[in-house]
């Protein structure tokens, strides 16, 4: 059985901040089933990074609850190239938001962590109270400290405030509204549009690192699902996951990929390139205990994602950027 409602979102003034990005254009979609109204901002009229600009803003939109959506975001290589943009943005879009949306009173926030945020060894799959019990993974651990500090803004306003302000795990997503710019993207994105390229032009797709670090993926949409029912339910402290897939090798993936692009030439493994974590994946069962699981299995949701890039699905296409600008 369903938890009790305790913020219903009916009538309610919901800022997305980072609508344009994948998480927050399917929040964008999932809302309005809500009877809220969606509030939103594009970044050429608001910098997230500007303290005094998000004032002004959160002061003069007036949102009941705020989901931070928005992220300066990136895969493994785009991490290790970029990491003063990794870190500051974060973090200053993270203390913004927060700060003003406590001064403000805004009734309910909700703040996006990331898997990277736990340890490199975690257990697996990796259960919430991993968090800071290990160093992080190398080639994240500037995101991975943007978004603890996101985190443990949330844990001390509530703590020192009262408010009621919520910070939440998902494990790596995919979908509609990813970025599929080579340099910048993950795994999912870029292993598409390579794949896309080979069928077209022939020759080999190269696959990053040794194809054997496994991750867990959930579609963008069910996460977004997630996140609404996280945001009427839950009201605690603790940051909770959101997960309940089973994982896939990336020599897996590639393969499965491969299989829904059509595409059945050769792959070239290469190492010079990094791994990443061994293994990424989330304990969902707290989630689950609250009654909450994932619908989508990864080959529909790698179908939807590919109809979606080839500009197939309109419907969705709206309002997102194929190049994750
Ligand atoms: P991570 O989950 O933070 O490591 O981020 P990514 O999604 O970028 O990478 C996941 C795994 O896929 C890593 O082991 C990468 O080396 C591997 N991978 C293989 N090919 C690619 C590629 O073309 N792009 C990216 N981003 N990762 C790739």
Redesign the pocket.
Known sequence: MRAPTPFDLTGKRVWVAGHRGMVGSALARRLPAEGCELLTVDRDRLDLRDQRAVDGWIRDARPDAIVVAAGTVG???A?RTRPAEFLYDNIAIASNIIRSAAETGVGKLMYLGSS?IYPRLADQPVAEDSLLTGPFEA??EWYAVAKVAGVKLCQAYRQQYGHDFIAVVPT?LYGPGDSFD?AS????S??MR?IHTARAEGGSV????TGK?R?EFMYVDDAADALVFLMKTYSKPEIINIAGGEDIS?AGLAALIADVVGFDGPFHFDDT?????PR?SLDGSRLAELGWNPRTPLREGLVRTYRWWQNLDEEVGAGVDPEGR
């Open positions: 895969g493994i290589e991490n990277c080639t994240n790596n080579l993207s993950h795994v999912i870029a292993l390579k190269e696959v990053w690192g670090p991750r990336i390139k990094p791994d990443g974590m990424k």
